[in-house]
């Protein structure tokens, strides 16, 4: 069974860092891209990066690059993202997913992600 369980995630004020962590187990984690989505309170997912099997590939929208850095650590089978420069509007629930998932039919429900909230 594939599981992924997040952590890191905490109250920061803006401009403050955070590094997010998804521990991952059930699946051959070396061969999969990963990938970072959150949702922000009241919107729906949106994708934030991913990252190829190898770690020597990866992509950013557009609202975080230059801020944040996904990376991983293949042999204890961890994801991880740096968020640094944060803005209040980082705030929202993070979540680790295997692949690169369809936003569009991603169910977190049963999921409990990391909260992230930028305030002052």
């Known amino acids: 069974e594939v599981q992924l369980v997040e952590s890191g995630g905490g109250l920061v004020q803006p401009g403050g860092s955070l590094r997010l962590s998804c521990a991952a187990s059930?699946?051959?984690?070396?061969?999969?891209?990963m990938t970072w989505v959150r949702q922000a309170p009241g919107k729906g997912l949106e994708w934030v990066s991913s990252i190829n099997s190898l770690g020597d590939s990866t992509s950013y929208a557009d609202s975080v690059k230059g801020r944040f850095t996904i990376s991983r650590d293949n042999a204890k089978n961890t994801l991880y993202l740096q968020l640094n420069s944060l803005k209040t509007e980082d705030t929202a629930i993070y979540y680790c997913?295997?692949?690169?998932?369809?936003?569009?039919?991603?169910?977190?429900?049963r999921r409990q992600g990391t909260q992230v909230t930028v305030s002052s």
């Open positions: 059930g699946f051959a984690f070396s061969t999969y891209y």
């Open positions: 997913a295997k692949d690169i998932p369809n936003i569009a039919t991603m169910d977190v429900d």
